[in-house]
């Protein structure tokens, strides 16, 4: 049973414009979420995060949105750049406020940006 | 800085060898977890330890062992091969429980035949 889906195995989005790729989960205990990105033969990259008592996260050109009451999450690339050709993977934690037992990762989302 | 170093980048094994993948950090990190990543699926925790000598089984632990005798090091052993662990495997440190911006390594690729 997956509790962090990303429904979307791949994007494709012209360079310059918004990306938008989503990601839901099903486990109410769920309170901190966070985005990393993945290029080919390397290991992911902490990108951004938000916790469950915010509904909004920026930063540069990246902005997470939370959507509590559907269970819901956005990351927003604004303007998308070729360098954000990438593999996205949501996660999330029951554990904002400590413990080390590790995330739940979704499948990831292949963003693809066009020259 | 080298951050997390994995070793070895590749590896084919033969059904019922055993191996051990290494895992290295140079930052002080006090937490290190092991992860594995099937085709098309997320990554999926093995075991994770919170400092040096403590380790603890995470979602998917069958088949496998960790040691952490040292801040550094957190090697992760597997017994006797076999195909369901053809995967990509992947180190990851953090240094305050709670932080889960953690720093990857860049995997070790896995093949059992």
């Known amino acids: 049973d997956q509790q962090v889906k990303q429904n979307s195995p791949s994007l494709s989005v012209q360079e310059g414009r918004i990306s938008i790729l989503n990601c839901d989960y099903t486990?109410?205990?769920?309170?901190?979420f966070l985005w990393y990105k993945k290029y080919p033969a390397e290991g992911p990259t902490f990108l951004i995060s938000?916790?469950?008592?915010?509904d909004k996260n920026e930063d540069g050109r990246f902005t997470v949105f939370l959507n509590k009451s559907a269970k819901h999450l956005s990351l927003h690339i604004v303007p998308s750049q070729p360098g954000d050709s990438a593999v996205y993977f949501c996660a999330a934690s029951e554990h904002s406020g400590g413990g080390a037992d590790g995330l739940t990762f979704g499948k990831g989302t292949h963003l693809i940006i066009q020259p | 800085n080298a951050g997390v170093t994995q070793t070895p980048k590749f590896r084919i094994l033969k059904i019922g060898q055993s191996m051990t993948l290494q895992c290295t950090q140079d930052m002080n990190h006090n937490y290190m977890y092991w992860y594995r990543q099937d085709p098309g699926m997320g990554l999926k925790l093995i075991y994770y330890?919170?400092?040096?000598?403590?380790?603890d089984k995470g979602e998917v632990p069958n088949g496998y062992n960790v040691s952490r005798s040292t801040t550094e090091d957190f090697p992760l052993r597997l017994e006797l091969a076999a195909p369901s662990q053809t995967s990509v495997y992947f180190c990851?440190?953090?240094?305050?429980?709670?932080?889960?911006?953690?720093?990857f390594g860049s995997g070790t690729r896995l093949t059992v035949v």
């Open positions: 486990n109410s205990m769920f309170d901190y």
């Open positions: 990851a440190s953090s240094f305050v429980e709670g932080n889960y911006g953690y720093t």
């Open positions: 938000i916790s469950s008592i915010k």
């Open positions: 330890s919170v400092g040096a000598g403590i380790t």
